[in-house]
T-cell receptor
Framework: DTAVSQTPKYLVTQMGNDKSIKCEQN?????MYWYKQDSKKFLKIMFS???????INETVPNRFSPKSPDKAHLNLHINSLELGDSAVYFC???????????????FGPGTRLTVL | KNEVEQSPQNLTAQEGEFITINCSYS?????LHWLQQHPGGGIVSLFM???GKKKHGRLIATINIQEKHSSLHITASHPRDSAVYIC??????????FGEGTQLTVNP
């Protein structure tokens, strides 16, 4: 009965490869997010989708492309991986996007990406 | 300068001590979150508040909107409270902006 799940948990790959991280939530939320946590443990938002539509797109290289096939899934595809992409990537979900309700975000367990 | 500043960055306490972690922010917000990141990496939302005070067990969170400041208090601290505590503010839309976190270590 996991609320927000991510796969894989660990991903080790070579520079230049293309990889995907999957995220699924079974909470019935309509908004999902991708965050990046760097080596200094600083979290930063990358993307947010509401009902399969992109609503937040921070200054992230074009090599990163989120894909939301339905509102329960938000996958992150990364092309031409670079050393600096090594980080922990967290998926999260919440109920309402920017409305009067300030709902809690539920985080996935994280995916530790290591680029060699 | 980060829009969300936390202090202290590191905090070591003895079991049983009362702990306070502070968060100041410089932007308009609709809500503030306190998150806990366990040593294993998992992130748990502790509180979300937009005014006043909330209490859950030994944890208390307060916010002063006029002063743009929030505090997280832990009473009767325990070694299992050892974690990174992160303050995050909700600004425009759904965007969360995070502080750099406070590493708390509670020794037995």
């Amino acid at each position: 009965d996991t609320a927000v799940s991510q796969t894989p948990k660990y991903l080790v790959t070579q520079m230049g490869n293309d990889k995907s991280i999957k995220c699924e939530q079974n909470l019935g939320h309509d908004t999902m997010y991708w965050y990046k946590q760097d080596s200094k443990k600083f979290l930063k938002i990358m993307f947010s989708y509401n009902n399969k539509e992109l609503i937040i797109n921070e200054t992230v290289p074009n090599r990163f492309s989120p894909k939301s096939p339905d509102k329960a899934h938000l996958n992150l595809h990364i092309n031409s991986l670079e050393l600096g992409d090594s980080a922990v990537y967290f998926c999260a979900s919440s109920h309402l996007a920017g409305g009067p309700s300030t709902d809690t975000q539920y985080f996935g367990p994280g995916t530790r990406l290591t680029v060699l | 300068k980060n829009e969300v500043e936390q202090s202290p960055q590191n905090l070591t306490a003895q079991e049983g001590e009362f702990i306070t972690i502070n968060c100041s922010y410089s932007v308009g917000i609709s809500a503030l979150h306190w998150l806990q990141q366990h040593p294993g990496g998992g992130i748990v939302s502790l509180f979300m508040l937009s005014s006043g005070k909330k209490k859950h067990g030994r944890l208390i969170a307060t916010i002063n909107i006029q002063e743009k400041h929030s505090s997280l208090h832990i009473t009767a601290s325990h070694p299992r409270d050892s974690a990174v505590y992160i303050c995050a503010v909700k600004t425009s839309g759904s965007r969360l902006t995070f502080g750099e976190g406070t590493q708390l270590t509670v020794n037995p």
